[in-house]
């Protein structure tokens, strides 16, 4: 997402910064091309207008162009108001101070309401070891109860469940009994959605709501519908009073429009996004953080906490010594492929760099997991002497380990080269030679 406006931003950033002196036209222009931009990624008409006027108040206030770095003002300033309008700061889950909290998910057909439910509860176990129980109150698609069963095993949470013939109200109440009985301490509703908002929908909707009396009610869109999810927002809003929102497939082609309008609109909060299908792709959504990736600015603290997450810090350390030593062997590397992967897929980490979000070189950039497999393969038919000391690596071996790991000679070359170079430039960088590294960078 946001690819198409994080470009047109940067261009006009850099117009700005090519300038020797930026006069009240320059400005004036900048907030034209800004404003086209944001509309072009399918931004609410009156939330670019308000927008837009809020950063050029800004900006004549604080005499930006009297400043030494006009261009630079005005990003500070763009990225201040962006983050404003998505909400300032991430804002948690309700909770209810007895159990169990009640969380009901509502929105249109296929926005990705169960899949949302299975992503949160794994996140809930996960984060707060808590024990959630589903409900399965869509009963217009047969296939809606077997698909929540589904995503509930793969994560091992029970459901509550009576089949189809029953009303969904009804389905609710008795499933709330069951989970005070079984001291459940999240309640999860997954309820039908329908393709447009309906009245008998909403009707049945707000009859759940006030059965269940609900601590937090999702409302769960897709951010591909552009304009039409803000609309959609608006819409559950008037009849529901939703409590947050959630905005999933924001890892699809979408102009991302939606996640810079919904909390303008309605008032209400975006508390997580979608990125994928599986069910760890659900992250909480930091207004900031998002305001710094939509101006290609990089989301170095989602990096950095993806890598706290996935990164075993005791075998980190190891790998930190044994570089020191200069002991770094094959098995170290396996170990450090493995906590690389676990992060998820690589093109996803390089997008989050600074600068990288935008850079052409990484448009269409598709790394092929593979590769992580076949120099996996190759190393894994060494013998454990060879993988403890790289410098065995005769053309004997080399032919040996091709045949084992079915990969062709040049391939297993190539990564022997590339592992004795990165073991020299760890040499050169713990031993504090940085002009090593940068020798070696081609700097
Ligand atoms: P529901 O009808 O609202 O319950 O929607 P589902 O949970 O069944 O989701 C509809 C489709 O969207 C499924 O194929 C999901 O795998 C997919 N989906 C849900 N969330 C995401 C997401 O964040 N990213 C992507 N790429 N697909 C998603
Ligand atoms: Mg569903």
Known sequence: AF?????????????????????????RETMREIRLALLEADVNFTVVKNFVKTVQEQAVGAEVLKGLNPAQQIVKIVNEELTKMM????????????????????????????????????????????????????????????QLKQVADSIDVPVFDLGTDVDPVEIVRQGMEVAKEHHNDYVIIDTAGRLQIDEALMDELANIKELAHPDEILLVVDAMTGQNAVNTAEGFDEKLDITGVVLTKLDGDTRGGAAMSIRAVTGKPIKFVGEGEKMENLDVFYPDRMSSRILGMGDMLTLIE??????????????????????????????????????????????????????????????????FLHIKAIIQSMTSEERENPDLMNPSRRRRLAAGSGRPIVEVNRMIKQFDQMRK????????????????MGG
Request: aromatic share 4%; net charge neutral.
């Open 3 to 27: 690819e198409g406006l994080t470009e047109r931003l940067q261009k006009t950033m850099e117009k700005l910064r090519r300038k020797p002196k930026v006069t009240d036209a320059d400005l």
């Open 87 to 146: 909400g300032e700061t991430a804002v948690p889950l309700n909770k209810s101070d007895h159990i169990p909290t009640v969380i009901m998910m509502v929105g249109l057909q296929g926005a990705g309401k169960t899949t949302t439910a299975g992503k949160l509860a794994l996140r809930l176990k996960n984060e707060e070891k808590a024990r959630p129980m589903f409900i399965a109150a869509d009963i217009y698609r047969p296939a809606a109860i077997t």
């Open 425 to 440: 430039m760890m040499k050169q960088v713990t031993n504090g030679n940085l002009n090593g590294m940068e020798n070696m």
């Open 306 to 371: 993806k890598a706290q997450k996935n990164f075993d810090e005791e075998q980190a350390a190891e790998t930190m010594r044994k570089m020191q030593e200069n002991n770094f062997d094959y098995n170290d590397f396996l170990d450090q492929m493995d906590q690389v992967s676990k992060m998820g897929p690589l093109e996803d980490l390089i997008k989050m760099m600074p600068g990288m979000a935008n850079n052409p070189a990484l448009k269409n950039i598709n790394i092929d997991p593979k590769q």
